[in-house]
């Protein structure tokens, strides 16, 4: 279940805001084809056991996300230890809903406020940090990607909006949304889905899948 920090007055998983840090986020990507590191997921429940609980939580975000239809904005999560949570803040974990909970190794996706739409996603991430009680951080994001065999098509003199307007004509696009989760130690994980193959048995999982956007997560943790 993903909780929204908004309803909750304690904001120990809220970013704070501070100087910017520099990150290379990508607007083009190319479409992954099969291959090492990926596998195809079919639902939440039947979620391999051997899945690490990053994987398991990438998945969660991804099928709640997906209940909420298409052409919506980026969101970003909190990322907290489900059972340092009930240790350190039984009440507050109670108030969550996580008192019951049996798992010990689970991550608790926290839904934070809505992304401001007037600045650049990667200039956003570049103001935040996480305090102390936040283990990771997952952001997900729709994009149009191209296929690798469209790359060396892309005209040089291009700004960015004509590239986006290039990339959102061009005959071979796909539409994609993007769930990537990093942890403080590095550790990443992401989830893919095409617009045209909506459905769980499609979701794509691997930590390489969209590295420019992990990189920009990481660095929302750096000191």
């Known amino acids: 279940m993903i909780r929204r920090a908004r309803v909750f007055t304690d904001r120990a998983w809220a970013p704070a805001i501070v100087s910017p840090h ?19 997921i079919v639902t939440m429940s039947n979620t391999p056991m051997a899945a690490t609980p990053l994987t398991r939580a990438v ?9 909420l ?6 969101r970003l999560f909190a990322l907290v230890d489900t059972a340092r949570l009930r240790t350190e803040q039984p009440s507050l974990a ?7 909970a049996q798992e010990t190794t689970a991550l608790t996706p926290i839904e934070q406020d809505e992304i401001p739409t ?20 997952a952001l997900t994001v729709e994009r149009l ?18 590239l986006t307007k290039w990339v959102a004509e061009h005959p071979e696009r796909q539409e994609v949304r993007m769930t990537v989760a990093v942890l403080r130690d590095g550790t990443r994980e992401s989830a893919l889905r095409l617009r045209e193959k909506d459905s769980a048995t499609e979701v794509l999982t ?7 956007l992990a990189e920009a997560l990481t660095a929302t943790f750096e000191e």
């Open 118 to 137: 007037g600045k650049p996603l990667d200039e956003f991430l570049g103001t935040i940090a996480w305090p102390d009680a936040v283990t990771g951080c």
């Open 69 to 74: 239809g298409w052409d919506q904005p980026a």
């Open 22 to 40: 520099l990150c290379n986020l990508l607007t083009l990507y190319s479409v992954p084809d099969s291959g090492q590191e990926r596998e195809r």
């Open 206 to 212: 691997g930590s390489e899948l969209v590295p420019g």
């Open 59 to 67: 998945l969660e975000i991804d099928e709640y996300v997906s209940g």
């Open 94 to 100: 109670d108030r969550l809903g996580l008192g019951d």
């Open 145 to 162: 990607m191209l296929p690798p065999s469209a790359e060396a098509q892309v005209p040089k003199d291009l700004d960015e909006a004509g």
